[in-house]
């Protein structure tokens, strides 16, 4: 499933056209902006105010939901989306986030049944049938690790655990603008998304005001075009490209180069326990092939964020997702800090 970090959609510009409020449209953007940024206690109070006046709006209870989850306050978090499918239970977003959070919690079945219902509500929501997804490979992974724990000679189980745990650290990004993983070393990838249906999983979110009614049940998902490359953009397709054939050359000293000395490792691993599992992973016999396309950068100053269709093939696995990484510009090299299957 997609992580948890958290990708904050831009909605100021169509709010501010469709409603004609730009003070409305400033707050949102605001908010927004001081969620990606991490300072998410400013956001939750510029919210709280905003909130008392407008108590029902959807977009800024939504955001609400996010900085709270982003705070580590999945209670108050839950609560708040929850809420908002009582209220609109037309929108497939807050389901989603609900999902992101149970799957933070290890109550998998919570997510798989909240998932659904965001299908039920919107069809061709992608975020939400990718996120199920992977919540059906979590609970694949304990019921084959359940049959060995019955049979440990039981080699179609270890087969097919095997190839599932590859295909979940292969997907592993953790979490939302909100985002993340885990049974044993790999977190659910649960992507969480802004209302309304936005560029789900393949590409930053397009500024868009939140719709109710039959008109969110009609929204398409939209993608957003790569942003013209730049020169420090260009250095981070560089990187990327790098990290991609070090990874197909099992180059592990090169691939583990590309990673930042605070990169947030899946499942709270240690670095040193995070490392020891890539190399082994990468050094199995056979060939790996990874590649990537799609390549979009957005830049904010020393920091980048990057989301891409990623290839990858090995002897016992296909797998093609999109991805998101979190970058940051130290001595002139930029490293990763962050990643997961999902935008951000």
Known sequence: MKSFSFRLPVFAVVIAMTF????YADTLTDASKLIK??????????LDRFL??????AQARFLRGIALTEMNRPTEAIAVFQRLTEDYPELPEPYNNLAVIFAQQKQYEKAKGALEMAIRTHPSYA???ENLGDIYARLASQAYDRALQLDSSNASAQSKLALIRDLMTTSVRSPVQVGAKPVETVKPVVVATAPPPSPAITAPAASAPIKTGEAAKSAVVGVEKPSAPTANGGDVAKTLN???SAWSNKDVSAYLAHYAHDFQTPGGLSRSAWELERRQRITKPG??????EKLNVKLAGETAAATFRQNYRSASLKANSTKSVTLVRRDGKWLITHEQVGSR
């Open 20 to 23: 004609g409020l730009p003070v």
């Open 37 to 46: 940024e991490g300072r998410h206690s400013l956001a939750l109070e510029q």
């Open 52 to 57: 008392a006046s407008k108590p029902k709006d």
């Open 127 to 129: 975020t939400a049938h």
């Open 242 to 244: 790098a990290w991609a």
């Open 287 to 292: 060939v790996i092939q990874v590649s990537i």
